[in-house]
């Protein structure tokens, strides 16, 4: 499919607006099955795409995976996956946005809320935000507790109606529905609370850190379109 997508590009479709805005460094091209980021500009309709920051990321399974808790808590914790199955699930059916334009309208999700895993580490009265963190060993991104404690926002065990597929960040991704897909931490691994912001991969280059939709970010989506 990817390669059948890149000869649509080669063919034209791609305008040159659009192809030079795939050249373009700071936009969020850099995709799995897509390293060109082309088919983020060509009109596939209502479906994901596969992002990630770094060129491969390792497989965690439910042996390997684990989810650190850490910072200003009571009670520094690491969660298997197991222990997260364990825990009290959340379902949602959301909307799934990205900054750059596209859209997935009722995404089936399932998880954690993230303010139940907050409790089980117990946040200290100085913890004002968090810093997530993912094992791709690069990406990260931050949310005010006060965000981090909304009911639409899961640590997600599933979407799409099956276990969050490795492309997707699985086992475990963060599913921040309120906002655009770049709070949507892929490959969980860390929860840091902290008592200032840090700014995130994405919020470093530009992006805004309270990412909600419709309020923030106007200037990426113009810029695209
Ligand atoms: N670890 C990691 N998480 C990430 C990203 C990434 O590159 N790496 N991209 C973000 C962005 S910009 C979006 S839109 C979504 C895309 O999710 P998907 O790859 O499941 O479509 O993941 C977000 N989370
Ligand atoms: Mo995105």
């Given amino acids: ?15 040159g607006r659009h192809a030079q805005s795939a050249l373009s460094s700071f936009l969020e091209p ?16 209502d479906t994901f795409r596969f992002y ?9 399974d439910a042996t390997t995976y684990r ?13 298997t996956l197991a222990d997260l199955q364990a825990m ?22 399932s998880g954690v809320r993230l303010s139940t895993v907050l409790d089980r580490a117990g946040v200290q009265p100085s913890g004002r935000t968090l810093r997530l963190s993912s094992f791709d060993g ?9 965000q981090a404690r ?8 599933k979407m799409l109606g099956g ?23 892929k490959w969980l691994s860390g929860i840091e609370v902290t008592d200032a912001v840090v700014p995130g991969y994405w919020e470093h280059r530009g992006y805004d850190v309270d990412g909600f939709v419709g309020r923030s970010n106007g200037r990426g989506i113009d810029e695209r379109t």
Avoid: N
Wanted: charged share 15%; with cysteine; glycine share 12%.
């Fill in 67 to 79: 989810l650190e808790i850490s910072g200003l808590v009571d009670r520094p914790t690491v969660l």
């Fill in 88 to 109: 009290p699930q959340t379902d949602l059916v959301r909307d799934f946005q990205c900054v750059t334009g596209w859209r997935v309208p009722r995404v089936h999700w």
């Fill in 150 to 157: 909304l009911p639409d926002v899961l640590v997600a065990l």
């Fill in 138 to 146: 690069t990406y990260t991104d931050s949310l005010t507790l006060d």
């Fill in 30 to 45: 850099i995709q799995l099955r897509d390293p060109t980021g082309l088919t983020s500009l060509l009109p596939l309709g």
């Fill in 163 to 185: 276990d969050v597929t490795h492309d997707h960040g699985g086992p475990v991704r963060l599913y921040v529905a309120p906002m655009y897909g770049y709070k949507s931490v």
């Fill in 1 to 15: 499919m990817a390669l059948g997508l890149l000869g649509l590009g080669a063919l034209g479709i791609v305008s």
């Fill in 52 to 60: 990630s920051v770094t060129g491969g990321v390792p497989i965690r």
